[in-house]
C-alpha cells in the first residue's frame, strides 16, 4: 500500500497515533490509510474467498450427514451459510447441530419467521445458531403454510420457548409439542396476527377511554386523514461509487443441488 | 396446589427514615375483588377465604360454581351467562384444565359474534391472567375448569401441610 499526503499514520494494536506533517513518509505494512489510498472503496465489505470455500465446505458436509431432510445449502452476503430443510427434519437437524462434535451450535440466537403470501408455504421459520466453540454461525430455514403445525424445538433449544411464542402470536404458525404456546405481545382479547402480509398498518380497532361508560372500549379503527404512502426514492442517485456493482445474482458452485447466491 | 399471588414491590424514597422498600401481595388487597389464591384438582382457593369446588365462573364480585364437565362440553348455554351480563365484560378467560383441552372452534366463532374478546389458555394460566387482568381494572370474568395434572412445588407441598395443621408430620406420599 502505497500512498503519498499522508496526514494520519494509524497502526492497529496501538492506541495512540502519531500525528506527522505532510512530507514524512513513515509507513508500516499494516497501516489504514484515510486519503488518497489505491484501494477500493472500504464501505463495501471484502469477501474472503478461503472463508466463504470452507463455509461452503461444512455446508456440504452438514448436507452428507442428514440427507434426508437438507433440501438446499447456500451462501448469502458472501458469509452466511443457510441451509433449508424440510419442516419434518427441523428438530432433527437442529439436534444434529447441537449436539454433533464438529458442529457444536450450542446457542439460538433467534427464530425469525418470514411472510410470503404468494407461495404456497407462506411462512417461512428461520433459525439462526450460533457455536461459541468454532466461532460460527449458521442459519436453519424451513417452510410451513398457515394451517399446519411445525414441531417445537423447544427439547433442542429452551431458549426456545418465547420465541415460539412470539411466531405463534404474530404470524399464527402452530409449534406441537410447546409446553405453553400462547399470546406474548398483544392485548388478551386480541384478534388477528399482525405480522402477516395482508394485516394492514393501522390494524383493525383502536381503543379509547369512554367518559360514559368509564372504562377503555374497543372500537374498529377510523383514520382521522387519508392513509398517507410515502414515495421515498430520491432523484438523485445516492451512492455513485456502487454503480457498477452488479445485482443479486444466484450462482451454482456445482451441479449438485447447492451454491452460493446473493440475495 | 399451585399458588397464583402477586407481589408488587413499591420502593420508598431513600430521603425517609425508615429506608425501607414496601411490598403487597395482591391477592392480599380486598379492593380488588376477588382472585385466585391457589387451584388444585378439586377446586379454586379464593382470596375471600372461600373454596370452590368444582369449574367456577369468577367475577370480580362473585362467583358462581359453573356447570360444565371439561373443556369440550362448552356450549352457547354454558357460556349465556358471560354475554347477557350488564356492564359487558371485556375479555372472557378461559381455563380448560389440562393443556391438551380444546374449545370447539364453533364456540369461539359464537363468542366473536356476542363481541366478547376470549383468552383460553390452560387453567395454570389461566387463573394468573384472571388475577392480573382483575388487578389492572379491566372487565373480565373467568371461567375455569380444574386442571387434573399440574406441577407441584414444595412451597405448596409445605403451604397444603401449614393449612392442614400437619406441618411436623413426616409424610411418604404427600397427598396434594
Known sequence: MAASGLHLLVLPGKCC?????????????????????????????????????????????????????????????????????????????????????????????????????????????????????????????????????????????????????????????????????????????????????????????????????????????ELAQEFRKFDLSSPWETFPNLRTLPAGTEEDLKATQTGPAKQ | MGCTSHFTVVPRRWLNDTDKSTMTIVNQDTSLGILINSYSRAGFRLSNGMMAIGPIAIFPKSVLSWDVNTAEDINEESLSLFYTLEPKIDILVIGVGNPGQQVS?????????????????????????????NAEGRCVAGALIPPTQYRISEDDIASTKRRNRDMMKVDDFPIV
Not at chain 1, 404456497?120 to 403445525?149: A, G, H, Q
Not at chain 1, 426456545?160 to 411466531?167: F, G, L, P, T
Not at chain 1, 405481545?185 to 383493525?204: A, I, M, N, S, V
Request: negative net charge; hydrophobic residues 40%.
Open chain 1, 17 to 221: 497515533s502519531s500525528f506527522l506533517p505532510s512530507k514524512s513518509p513513515i509507513l508500516s505494512s499494516n497501516a489504514i490509510l484515510r486519503y488518497n489510498t489505491t484501494e477500493s472503496s472500504p464501505t463495501i465489505k471484502k469477501v474472503d474467498a478461503v472463508a466463504t470455500s470452507s463455509l461452503m465446505d461444512f455446508g456440504l458436509y452438514v448436507a452428507e450427514c442428514m440427507p434426508k431432510y437438507v433440501q438446499k445449502v447456500q451462501i448469502v452476503t458472501g458469509n452466511e451459510l443457510e441451509v433449508l430443510v424440510a419442516p419434518d427434519g427441523i428438530v432433527p437437524v437442529l439436534h444434529f447441530l447441537k449436539d454433533h462434535h464438529q458442529c457444536q451450535f450450542a446457542s439460538l440466537a433467534d427464530i425469525g419467521a418470514m411472510d410470503v403470501p404468494s407461495r404456497e408455504n407462506r411462512f417461512e421459520i428461520i433459525y439462526n445458531l450460533l457455536s461459541l466453540r468454532f466461532n460460527s454461525r449458521i442459519r436453519v430455514k424451513s417452510y410451513t403454510d398457515e394451517l399446519t403445525p411445525v414441531d417445537s424445538c423447544y427439547e433442542v433449544f429452551k431458549a426456545a420457548d418465547w420465541y415460539e411464542r412470539e411466531i405463534w402470536d404474530m404470524y399464527g404458525v402452530f409449534f406441537a409439542n410447546h409446553p405453553d404456546l400462547r399470546r406474548i405481545l398483544t392485548d388478551y382479547g386480541f384478534e388477528g396476527h399482525p405480522f402477516r402480509k395482508d394485516f394492514p398498518l393501522t390494524g383493525y380497532v383502536e381503543v379509547r377511554y369512554d367518559d360514559e361508560v368509564k372504562r377503555v372500549v374497543v372500537e374498529p379503527v
Open chain 2, 105 to 133: 372452534s364453533k364456540i369461539i366463532q359464537y363468542m366473536k359474534e356476542k363481541h366478547i374478546s376470549l383468552e383460553i389458555s390452560p387453567t395454570e394460566t389461566a387463573c394468573a391472567t384472571y388475577n392480573f387482568l
